[in-house]
């Protein structure tokens, strides 16, 4: 099956949707005693209800690989409801077959081939290790495999090779396709880990750094890796052309420095939405928070999960400043204990972007209706 025809089964569910929508919403508790006419089911079906082309492929991908097709409700902390109308509809069109105890089998190996399959950090990590034949060592920079020279100027400095194994975990877990990848940035060579684990994805790398796109291109051509890459500085607004299914996005750790990079991977993306990732550590951010998280609202993000915990930078000296602070913490504790420290951590944040402006449906709403 071609992606085209995907994309083509996605128009046929949203009208199947809407219908099953409109016909549905009047058995839902509570619903009723809102007396709501049928524009206004519709406004809520349209502004509220209506997924991108990119969610769909990721619940089909859900109810497609998940053992038990039941998974729906806790992978997208929902009711059955929407499982219901995504079987009744996948059954329809000759998709899936359903046994009774919840296990669906693809009717048709090409469609199942358009889906990335979700991988653990623990799998990518046997992946990329007999790729590059060589044991990783978790705690240990990316650059300890594939060495830069950093660039202080660009904001540059790597993340520890078991931050790079959670970011293909997470990348898996929401990409449902394998389709082309944005990497805004690439110092920490995430795209050459991603599609080692998963050499049938595809990626498109920009960075304004040639040194580290040269490296970057080298290592595809020797592992046949399917990412390309090109010299941007995305201060300046430029179209790169192509469709993708989301970005990554390490920007500097400031207000403006996130609000930029992560504009111009929005900018890349259109009516298909598609997943956002950014790394954000909070060095100069502080309550400013408050101003980010209103920004990604704006830009029509939705978030899925912020994580932290799991995404840091082992000891470099980089900046006069790391001098200063190595001293200041030497008066308490050894080098080496400093040294076996992350130097700087930051969390993931995981969006979907809404591809269509969101607006309030005026409706007199009640705490016990679901709708
Ligand atoms: C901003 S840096 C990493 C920042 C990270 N927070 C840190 O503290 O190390 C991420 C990537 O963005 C690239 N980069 C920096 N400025 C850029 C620009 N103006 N245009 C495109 N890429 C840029 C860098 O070369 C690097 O590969």
Redesign the pocket.
């Known amino acids: 099956m071609e992606e085209r025809e995907l994309k083509k089964l996605y128009r046929k569910f949203l009208a199947f949707h809407k219908k099953r929508f409109l016909e549905d919403a009047s058995l839902w508790v509570g619903v009723e005693n809102l007396h709501l006419s049928k524009n206004q089911l519709e406004a809520v079906f349209e502004n509220y209800e209506r997924d991108s082309y990119l969610i769909f492929a990721r619940k089909v991908r859900c109810v497609l690989q998940s053992p038990n097709a039941f998974q729906y409700a806790v992978a997208f902390s929902t009711e059955q409801w929407g499982l219901e109308r995504y079987l009744v509809f996948l059954t329809k069109e000759g998709c899936i077959r359903i046994s009774r105890n919840g296990r669906v089998t693809c009717q048709n190996k090409s469609f199942e081939k358009l889906f990335v399959e979700p991988m653990s950090r623990e799998q990518a990590r046997v992946r990329v290790q007999k790729k590059l034949r060589r044991k990783l060592q978790l705690a240990d920079p990316v650059t300890s495999l594939f060495p830069l020279e950093l660039?202080a100027k660009?904001?540059?400095?790597?993340?520890s090779v078991s931050s790079a194994l959670f970011l293909v975990e997470k990348i898996t877990e929401y990409i449902p396709l394998k389709k082309k990848f944005l990497f805004?940035?690439?110092?920490?060579f995430v795209s050459v880990f991603l599609t080692m684990a998963n050499p049938e994805m595809e990626a498109l790398v920009?960075?304004?750094?040639e040194d580290?796109l040269s490296r970057i291109s080298k290592l595809a051509k020797k592992y046949e890796l399917k990412i390309e890459t090109r010299r941007?500085?995305?201060?300046k607004k430029q179209k790169l052309g192509g469709r993708f299914t989301g970005f990554l996005?390490?920007?500097?750790?400031n207000f403006e420095?996130v609000k930029q990079?992560v504009s111009f991977g929005l900018s890349q993306l259109a009516e298909d939405g598609g997943s956002v990732f950014v790394?954000i550590?909070d060095?100069a951010i502080g309550n400013r928070f408050l101003f980010l998280q209103e920004f990604f609202a704006q830009k029509g993000l939705r978030v899925r999960e912020v994580a932290p915990g799991n995404i840091s930078?082992p000891w470099v000296q980089l900046h006069e400043e790391d001098a200063i602070l190595a001293e200041r913490l030497g008066r308490f504790v050894s080098r080496e204990a400093i040294e076996k420290a992350p130097k700087?951590a930051?969390s993931l944040w995981v969006f979907d972007r809404i591809p269509f402006e969101v607006k309030h449906v005026a409706m007199k709403g009640s705490i016990y209706s679901y709708i």
């Open positions: 660039e660009y904001d540059q400095m790597p993340i805004v940035g690439d110092d920490d920009i960075d304004i750094d580290l941007v500085d995305l201060r996005v390490n920007p500097a750790y420095g990079f790394e550590g060095e930078y700087l930051s």
